[in-house]
């Protein structure tokens, strides 16, 4: 399975290598969408990580053991379909294709696992539609 992982951990987890763990033990294939470490401040990492369902929860089991909260998520954004004119903007700066417009009905599609959440589509939106999700 594919999934997005949303971790928040203490300054004394700075040091800690989270991500060789995540695949040296437990064989999950990694990707970083977003980091935000500084050294002795507290920091945040959205993986995107891919692996069995058993590999991920011996995963989660363990993140439960440290300083840290974690939470998998399935979006990063979130889109107001009653504020949304589908104008089709927003799809020109997803460079992931996790927005995409088109016949037949020319209504705004939204593939949550491609999205990689870069937030270039709530900057360009018009009408505000596009929110981040609070995950991080
Ligand atoms: S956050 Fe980035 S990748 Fe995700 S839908 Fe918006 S533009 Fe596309
Ligand atoms: S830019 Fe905003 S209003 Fe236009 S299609 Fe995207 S979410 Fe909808």
Not at 116 to 119: I, S
């Given at each position: 399975m594919k999934t997005k992982l949303a971790i928040n951990f203490s300054e004394k987890l700075t040091t800690t290598p989270l991500t060789y763990r995540l695949v040296k033990e437990f064989d999950l294939k990694v990707n970083i969408l977003k980091a935000n470490i500084d050294f002795n401040h507290n920091g945040h990492i959205l993986y995107e990580i891919i692996g069995s369902k058993e590999q991920i929860e011996a995963t989660l089991q363990e993140l439960s053991t440290l300083d840290l909260t974690y939470r998998l998520v399935d979006s990063t954004i979130k889109i107001d379909r009653d504020i949304c004119t589908d104008c089709g903007l927003c799809t020109s700066v997803c460079l992931s294709d996790a927005l995409t417009i088109g016949e037949p009905d020319w209504e705004l599609d939204f593939n949550t696992e491609n999205c990689?959440?870069?937030?270039n589509c709530i900057l360009v939106c018009p009408s505000q539609a596009i929110k981040m999700n609070d995950i991080l």
């Open positions: 990689v959440g870069c937030n």
